[in-house]
Each structure stands twice: as structure tokens, then as C-alpha cells.
């Protein structure tokens, strides 16, 4: 599991993984090479990342679609529900179309009760399948984030 | 801008050549351009991973598979304009550090494929250094082809996490083009490792 400091974690969403060793990236399309990196080795992987993050990898993409590597990526989204940063809703906007432009599934859960299904289906569809598979996690799953505390 | 009078007088074809016959074992992903050439130039085998894209990811990728197959040497051969693309993946390494994962960088302190313009490595940044601050535990840096053996025990040992800044002579030489369709190199790959396609 390949994951972007800052990115809330459910655990319930990775009841399928039996073993997760964590590893921090210092940009996301880093953990699209090293989790392709990983499944060339025999090993799954999934990344996880917040949005404004997928900008970061459309080139290395590439990598997904020219070798038709399996891929998931678990992704909370910012920018689209009561966002207080504008800054976060350019990139918030454009996800969906950057990752389907890059020929990546998009799956987009916003229903607390229906997120452990969805990421069992995106698993599903990656490693069964070698599909490429992003799940988006809608920010009003998340909730607010509070400005005037420390995190 | 103040460009670093180069002298490296290395020839890069013969240094992989070396290193390949010296580490027959190890699994190899190579950055795109001179490094894939070179890579495929001193022999195609299933365990060669070629990249002709994704520019800054050879290391990271080396990492995944290292972490993977912590019983085998994992080998990068990439360049400096390649690494310089992807150096916070040096600091993603220095944090894992991988017993099993060589990182050489083929430094001829230019963008080869490009027209040969000169890279930050002529201008100023150290590899090698960058790699110490970021931890990387056996850094050294190579300028004769009489080196090769020691870094071939380095690879083959899988004793410390290991980065190599090569310094090799500038030059344009003929390509030597290996495989471009990722999904057969891929699936070979993996078939070498005895993994199925997916």
C-alpha cells in the first residue's frame, strides 16, 4: 500500500488487503511506478492519494496503459463539497476526466455503507481482471475539515 | 549558466556490458533513452524491464520490485536527466532502503535524446550527494570501468541499498533498440519470475 502523507484512511476499506506494509510517497506518480514496480515482483499494491494529486500523474500513467498493468488507486476528494480552500477545486474538477482520459475506471462511492463494497469491487476489477481502477472517495464522506483547530 | 568542464571518458556501452556479465542474476529496469539502448545492447533477457516512457519513475518502479523480490538484486540503469525527473523517489528509497535495490545512474550530465542540451548535472547538482542527504546508504561515484567489479558485488551481494553516479563521456551512439511493446516485456517478465500474466 503506497500512500500520500495527508490522505484520510478507513480502515474498513482495506479488510480485503490480509498484510499492508505502508510506504509514504514524496509524489503520487511515484507510487504509480512503484506499485507497477511491485506487481511486475508478484506483489499487490494500492495508492492512495487525495485528488489534487492525480494531476501529478498523468504521464506516468502511461505506464498503466502501454503495459496494461492492474492498478487501484483510492482517492479522497477535495473541491467539490463544502470546500473552504478554492485552490484544491481546479484540480477537485478535473479528477474524474484526467483519469478516464488516461484510461483509468472510475468508481465513485459517496454512501458510507456502500465504500467497502465498491473498494472489494475495484480489487475485483483490478486483479481479476488487470484492470486500472480508481475509486473516488466524494468529500462529503470525509466531512468538513476544521480551520480553526489543530489537525 | 555556469556549465562544469565534463572530462568523464567512459564509455557507457562497455560499463553496462560489464556490469551485465558481472550480475547475470539480478532483475534490471532501465530508464528510457541511452540507458534502455545500452541495457539492450549488452544482451536481451526476459529479466531486462526496458522502459521508453515514464520519465523520473525507473527508481520507484525499482523500488516496488525490490520490496517484491527481497530474495533477488534488483538493478536500475537509468540516466541523469531520468533521475533528476524523479528525485524525490531517492528520498522514498532512503526511507525504505532495500537491501536488494542498486540504483546506477549513467551520468553524461546532458539530456541525450533531446538534442544533448546540458542536464542540472553539469550544472551544478551533485547525484551522489543528493542521494547521501537522502539517506541512501552506499553512494559512490564511478569514473573508470575497472570499478565495475566492485559494484557488481555491491548488486550481487544485496547487503545495503546502493545508488552509483556513473560518470560517462557525452556522446551520440548508434541506438540499439529493444522492445517496445510493454505488454510482452512485461508478461516475460513476470513468465521468468514463474508469475501468469496477471
Known amino acids: 500500500m503506497f500512500r500520500m502523507p495527508g490522505t484520510p484512511m478507513s480502515s474498513g ?4 488487503i490480509r498484510r499492508c506494509a505502508p510506504l509514504v510517497l514524496t509524489t503520487e506518480e511515484e507510487g504509480v511506478a512503484t506499485c507497477c514496480g511491485a506487481w511486475l515482483g508478484g506483489q499487490r499494491s494500492a495508492l492512495l492519494m487525495q485528488s489534487s494529486g492525480v494531476g501529478n500523474c498523468t504521464n506516468m500513467l502511461s505506464l498503466i496503459q502501454n503495459c496494461r498493468f492492474p492498478f487501484l488507486t483510492l482517492i479522497t476528494m477535495r473541491g467539490e463539497w463544502a470546500e473552504f480552500n478554492p485552490w484544491q477545486t481546479p484540480m477537485g474538477r478535473a479528477t474524474q476526466g484526467s483519469l478516464e482520459l488516461m484510461g483509468i475506471t472510475v468508481l465513485r462511492v ?5 465504500v467497502a463494497e465498491t473498494v472489494r469491487a475495484g480489487l475485483d476489477a483490478a486483479f481479476e481482471s488487470g484492470e486500472p481502477v480508481a475509486v473516488l472517495l466524494s468529500q462529503s464522506l470525509i466531512g468538513r475539515k476544521k480551520w480553526n483547530q489543530t489537525q | 549558466m555556469k556549465q562544469h568542464i565534463r572530462t568523464a571518458s567512459m564509455d557507457r556501452r562497455e560499463f553496462v556490458a560489464r556490469l551485465m556479465a558481472a550480475c547475470p542474476q539480478a532483475l534490471v529496469i532501465s530508464g528510457l533513452g541511452s540507458p534502455s539502448y545500452d541495457l539492450f545492447a ?9 522502459l521508453w516512457g515514464a520519465m523520473g519513475g525507473a527508481a520507484a518502479m525499482g523500488l516496488g520490485l ?8 534488483v538493478l536500475v540503469i537509468t540516466g541523469d536527466g531520468e533521475q533528476l525527473m524523479g528525485l524525490g523517489a531517492l528520498a522514498t528509497i532512503g526511507a525504505q532502503q532495500p537491501n536488494n535495490l542498486s540504483i546506477v ?30 539517506g541512501i546508504r552506499q553512494v559512490t561515484e564511478i569514473s573508470e570501468l575497472g570499478a565495475t567489479a566492485v559494484l557488481a558485488a555491491t548488486v550481487n551481494a544485496r547487503q545495503a541499498c546502493a545508488l552509483a553516479q556513473v560518470h560517462v563521456r557525452a556522446e551520440e551512439l548508434p541506438r540499439a533498440l529493444p522492445p517496445r511493446d510493454g505488454v510482452h516485456v512485461k508478461n516475460r517478465f513476470r513468465a521468468a519470475l514463474g508469475l501468469p500474466t496477471f
Open chain 1, 13 to 16: 476499506a482495506f479488510m480485503p
Open chain 1, 110 to 114: 459517496s454512501k458510507a455503507d456502500e
Open chain 2, 42 to 50: 549488452a544482451g536481451d533477457r526476459p529479466e531486462n524491464f526496458y
Open chain 2, 66 to 73: 525490490a520490496l517484491a523480490q527481497p530474495q533477488r538484486s
Open chain 2, 105 to 134: 545512474v549513467l551520468d553524461n550530465g546532458h539530456f541525450g535524446e533531446t538534442g544533448m542540451q546540458a542536464s542540472h548535472s553539469s550544472l551544478g547538482t551533485s547525484l551522489a550527494a543528493v542521494a547521501r542527504g537522502c
